[in-house]
Structure formats: structure tokens, C-alpha cells
């Protein structure tokens, strides 16, 4: 199952968290790299036997005064790049073939500490992360080194020899072909293949065995290399879009539970103030144009809150425990993937997946669990259908990338000032909700009497004069 998800915070330590999960193989690509502990975590893991490969660019700031000892990577075992009079602004990671990390984040002392940066971690896009490695080894010329290994051709026909014994279902002759293989497992993806075999993972040893067979055999199409880069583009934009969009929807539900809770327990009371505040105003409402907008603002007020409350009211929100939270997180994110508008832009069912999604992010918000996991289920049977995105238009899919760039740069906006609302603040922060309506409610009730005497003060003169 693919996930993705989107950081915000802590990102040098969530990056140092999936590095010392590697087990295989580290592929990074950066403009500038200063940080040292995330240097020290990638030459920890080349001496537990991980093999890294680290590019970026050389210039004065990697290579400066105050750069990093590089060659401490080299000289255990790890390979470097330093691609001179380069233009390379990547800024990705890929862990196993399984894991991809990119976004903003460059790699540096000052990006941790005081830039405000992003990652996207996408999990189980096998297909993703090896286009991300095949960008890799074609920025650094490693790709050519592989198509011209002497061992290729033997290891295609080994491939396709592993092919034919899993339609057989010959488990142990399976097995002698990946110890077999197992010595060539510095070409791309062979170690990947052997560890699907080994733990029965055969359809997926298949798409890699498909991908390599592709890529090296005689009767590969050449594909150029605008479009390939722009592909790759627009997927990783479609994926950081669906990520933001999850943290939306979960800082989102977050305020909408607020407020339910705040609606439950202390509507009726913040309903009659405001109608004390609308009734203060009127009895001062001709004394200046200045007093009549007031009341009319307060009238507006008033009206808005009152048919607000009223539909409030109709919601139903779901008490879910923290095991159930999690899964409801976990199957949102799931379903999200599968429906997201942006992936079906110019498709026939795009109408069909905006409904999908706001009907998802509906339930989300009501914490409607049932109603997820029953979305999610139409999802994988087929309901929508996400065609894979084979326009060879470069004008086309250049349009197509930046039009996703300005809707995910506006969604970032978004996000941002939804985490620095007051609303948000207050919601997020709350760890006891009877204590915390308990409190506001004496506050309110003491405001309550604050306007019922001003409102009774006014009534009496009126009926004076």
C-alpha cells in the first residue's frame, strides 16, 4: 500500500529516522550538503554495510572553508559525486528502492535551524522511487556504467530464466537463481529482486524484472528526456499536493471537532450574547452612521452564528478511540491517493473524483469511519480509475506542471494560516475538553450578565423618555 506523507517540523530528525532503516541501498541527491549529523547518520549506515550515494553540487559552499569531510564517505566504501558547473537542484533521497524523501529541504545547518522548509515521504511507490534512482545515475553518469557492464546480457537471461520458474510455481529452482544472482548485486535493482523471491514477493519481482529488462534490453525506446523529467514532475507534484491536502483535512477536522464541541456545550450561551450585543446596538443604532453600521455588524453577526449553530446542529460526529483515530487516519490517506481531483485533471471522471473527494473529506471531518472505509472499499473496486499520464506534448505537460505548482504554493498558504489561526491554536492545544469548556463557560456567563445589564439599562431609559 502507498503512503505519503507531508513534514512540516523536525525534519533533519525525521530524515536521520529513515536512513537508520536502510537495510540495502541510500541513493541522495542535493544542492548543498553542510549539515554534519545528517552526514554522520549516512557514513553510520555505509559501515553497517548500506551502500550510499551521495551527489551534489561543487561549489564554495559545499566545498568552502566550513564544508564537510566527504571523503570520510569514500573512504568507507560509500560513492560520491561532485558534479562541477552543474545547475542540479534536486533535493531527493531514496532508501531501498521503497522509500523516496524530497521537497525543499537542502541538506544544511541553516535549513534546519531557521528556514521554513518541507519533505514529502512517499512509502511503496516502487515505481517512483526507481525513476528517482534512474534520475540519480543519470546526473552523475552511472547509468552508462551499468548498460555497459560485460555481465548484463547473462543477468537479463537469468531474469527472464526467474520469470519462467514462478509461472511454473518451481519454488526451489526460484531459489538457486537468487543466490545466483546475489553476486551481481551492485547492478540496479538486482538486490531488490533477490528480496522479493526470498520472501515470496513475486509480483513484485516481476515489475522489476519487467523495468530492468526494458531499460537495458536492444529494443528499448528512447524516450527524451524533457519528457521523462517532466513526468517525474508532475507525479512528485501530485503526490506533495495529495500530502498537503491530508494535513489540511486533519488541521481541518481538528477546528470542525472544536467547534462541534464548543456548539454542544456552550451554543445557546454564545447565541443569547451575541442577541445582547444585536439589541444593545439597536437602541443606539440612530446616534451616528458610525452607531448604525455597528448594529448592523452586530445584527449580521448575530444571523450568521444563529444559521451557523443550526446546521451545526444536523452534524453528526463520531467518538472514535485513539486506536480507531489512527485507523481512520491511515485509511483517509489510502482513499485520498485514490481519488484526488488533481490526478484525474482532463479526465472524463474528474467531476465524479471532486464529489468522491469532498464526500471523503466530509466523513473525515465528522470522523465517520464507517463512511471512510466504505468510500475507500467503492475506491478499490474500481469506482475511479486513475489513467496513467502518457502525454509525449512537452508544451502540454509543461502547462500541466505549473498549473499543480500554483495550486499546491496556494494549498502551502492555506495550510500555513490554518496552523497560525487562533482557532487552530486554541483547538490543537486543548488536552482536557471538560476542563477547557468549563473555564470558557464562567468566562461567557460573566459576559452574559455584562451585556444582560447594559440591554436592561437601555430598555428602562427607553421606556422613561
Same mark, same amino acid.
Given at each position: 500500500?502507498i503512503?505519503?506523507?507531508?513534514? *512540516?517540523?523536525?525534519?533533519?530528525?525525521?530524515?536521520?529516522?529513515e536512513?537508520?532503516?536502510?537495510?540495502?541501498?541510500?541513493?541522495?541527491?542535493?544542492a548543498?550538503?553542510?549539515d554534519?549529523e545528517?552526514?554522520q547518520?549516512?557514513l553510520?549506515?555505509q559501515?553497517?554495510g548500506?551502500l550510499?550515494? /551521495?551527489?551534489?553540487?561543487?561549489?564554495e559552499?559545499n566545498?568552502?572553508e566550513?564544508?564537510l569531510?566527504f571523503?570520510?564517505?569514500?573512504?568507507a566504501?560509500g560513492?560520491?559525486?561532485?558534479?562541477e558547473?552543474?545547475?542540479?537542484h534536486n533535493?531527493?533521497? !531514496?532508501i531501498?528502492? %521503497?522509500?523516496?524523501?524530497?521537497?525543499?529541504?537542502?541538506?544544511t545547518?541553516?535549513?534546519?535551524a /531557521?528556514n521554513?522548509?518541507n519533505? !514529502?515521504i512517499?512509502?511503496?511507490?516502487?515505481?517512483?522511487?526507481?525513476?528517482?534512482i534512474e534520475?540519480?545515475?543519470?546526473?552523475?553518469g552511472?547509468r552508462a556504467n551499468?548498460?555497459t557492464n560485460?555481465?548484463?546480457n547473462?543477468?537479463?537471461?537469468?531474469?527472464?530464466v526467474?520469470?519462467?520458474?514462478i509461472?511454473?510455481?518451481?519454488?526451489?529452482?526460484?531459489l538457486? #537463481?537468487?543466490?545466483?544472482?546475489k553476486?551481481?548485486?551492485?547492478?540496479e535493482?538486482?538486490?531488490?529482486?533477490?528480496?522479493?523471491?526470498?520472501?515470496k514477493e513475486?509480483s513484485?519481482a516481476i515489475?522489476?524484472?519487467?523495468?530492468l529488462?526494458a531499460k537495458?534490453?536492444?529494443?528499448?525506446i528512447?524516450?527524451?528526456?524533457?519528457l521523462f523529467?517532466?513526468?517525474?514532475?508532475l507525479?512528485?507534484l501530485?503526490y506533495?499536493?495529495v500530502a498537503?491536502?491530508?494535513?489540511?483535512?486533519?488541521?481541518?477536522? !481538528?477546528i470542525?471537532?472544536?467547534?462541534?464541541?464548543?456548539n454542544?456545550n456552550?451554543?445557546?450561551l454564545?447565541?443569547?450574547?451575541?442577541q445582547?450585543?444585536?439589541?444593545?446596538?439597536?437602541?443606539?443604532?440612530k446616534e451616528?452612521q458610525?452607531?448604525?453600521?455597528?448594529?448592523?455588524?452586530?445584527k449580521?453577526?448575530?444571523?450568521?452564528y444563529?444559521?451557523?449553530?443550526?446546521?451545526?446542529?444536523?452534524e453528526?460526529?463520531?467518538?472514535l478511540?485513539a486506536?480507531?483515530?489512527?485507523? /481512520?487516519k491511515?485509511?483517509?490517506?489510502?482513499?485520498?491517493?485514490?481519488c484526488?481531483?488533481d490526478k *484525474?485533471?482532463?479526465?472524463? #471522471?474528474e467531476?465524479?473524483?471532486e464529489?468522491v473527494f469532498?464526500?471523503?473529506?466530509?466523513?473525515?471531518?465528522?470522523q465517520d469511519?464507517?463512511s471512510?472505509y466504505?468510500i475507500?472499499?467503492?475506491?478499490?473496486r474500481?469506482t475511479?480509475?486513475?489513467?496513467?499520464?502518457?502525454?509525449?506534448?512537452?508544451e502540454?505537460?509543461?502547462?500541466?506542471?505549473?498549473?499543480?505548482?500554483?495550486?499546491?504554493?496556494?494549498?502551502?498558504i492555506?495550510?500555513?494560516l490554518?496552523e497560525?489561526?487562533e482557532v487552530?491554536?486554541?483547538a490543537?492545544s486543548?488536552?482536557?475538553?471538560?476542563?477547557? *469548556?468549563?473555564?470558557?463557560?464562567?468566562?461567557?456567563?460573566?459576559?452574559?450578565?455584562f451585556w %444582560?445589564?447594559?440591554v436592561?439599562?437601555?430598555a428602562?431609559?427607553?421606556?422613561?423618555?
Open positions: 500500500m503512503l505519503t506523507e507531508a513534514h *512540516f517540523s523536525g525534519i533533519k530528525f525525521k530524515i536521520k529516522d536512513i537508520a532503516l536502510a537495510k540495502k541501498h541510500i541513493y541522495v541527491a542535493v548543498w550538503f553542510t554534519y545528517l552526514l547518520a549516512l553510520q549506515k559501515k553497517q548500506v550510499v550515494s /551521495l551527489a551534489l553540487v561543487k561549489d559552499i566545498f568552502g566550513y564544508g569531510n571523503d570520510s564517505l569514500t573512504n566504501g560513492k560520491f559525486f561532485a558534479l558547473g552543474s545547475l542540479m533535493k531527493f533521497c !531514496v531501498d528502492g %521503497r522509500t523516496l524523501i524530497t521537497g525543499s529541504f537542502n541538506w545547518r541553516k535549513a534546519s /531557521l521554513m522548509e519533505i !514529502v512517499t512509502y511503496d511507490d516502487f515505481d517512483l522511487a526507481h525513476k528517482f534520475q540519480f545515475q543519470l546526473i552523475t552511472s551499468q548498460a560485460p555481465n548484463v547473462s543477468i537479463l537471461k537469468r531474469l527472464q526467474v520469470k519462467h520458474f509461472a511454473l510455481d518451481e519454488e526451489e529452482d526460484l538457486l #537463481q537468487a543466490n545466483r544472482l553476486k551481481d548485486a551492485d547492478v535493482c538486482i538486490a531488490d529482486i533477490v528480496d522479493h523471491i526470498i520472501g513475486y513484485k515489475i522489476l524484472i519487467d523495468q529488462t537495458y534490453s536492444q529494443i528499448i528512447y524516450e527524451n528526456q524533457m523529467a517532466l513526468r517525474l514532475e507525479r512528485d501530485e506533495r499536493t498537503i491536502d491530508s494535513e489540511i483535512s486533519e488541521k481541518e477536522k !481538528v470542525n471537532l472544536y467547534n462541534y464541541l464548543l454542544k456552550l451554543g445557546e454564545l447565541e443569547q450574547i451575541l445582547l450585543k444585536k439589541e444593545y446596538s439597536y437602541f443606539h443604532r451616528s458610525y452607531s448604525e453600521s455597528e448594529y448592523q455588524e452586530a449580521r453577526k448575530y444571523e450568521q444563529s444559521q451557523q449553530r443550526e446546521e451545526e446542529e444536523k453528526v460526529y463520531h467518538d478511540s486506536p480507531e483515530k489512527a485507523e /481512520l491511515v485509511l483517509y490517506k489510502e482513499a485520498v491517493v485514490l484526488h481531483p *484525474f485533471q482532463g479526465n472524463k #471522471q467531476k465524479e473524483a464529489e469532498k464526500e471523503l473529506g466530509n466523513a473525515y471531518k465528522r469511519i464507517k471512510v466504505g475507500l472499499d467503492s475506491l478499490k474500481g475511479l480509475i486513475i489513467s496513467p499520464d502518457k502525454a509525449s506534448d512537452v502540454l505537460l509543461k502547462i500541466k506542471v505549473e498549473k499543480l505548482r500554483v495550486t499546491l504554493e496556494k494549498k502551502m492555506y495550510q500555513d490554518l497560525k489561526s487552530y491554536r486554541t490543537s486543548i488536552s482536557d475538553h471538560s476542563k477547557h *469548556f468549563a473555564v470558557l463557560k464562567t468566562k461567557l456567563e460573566d459576559e452574559y450578565e %444582560r445589564r447594559r436592561g439599562k437601555q428602562t431609559s427607553a421606556n422613561i423618555e
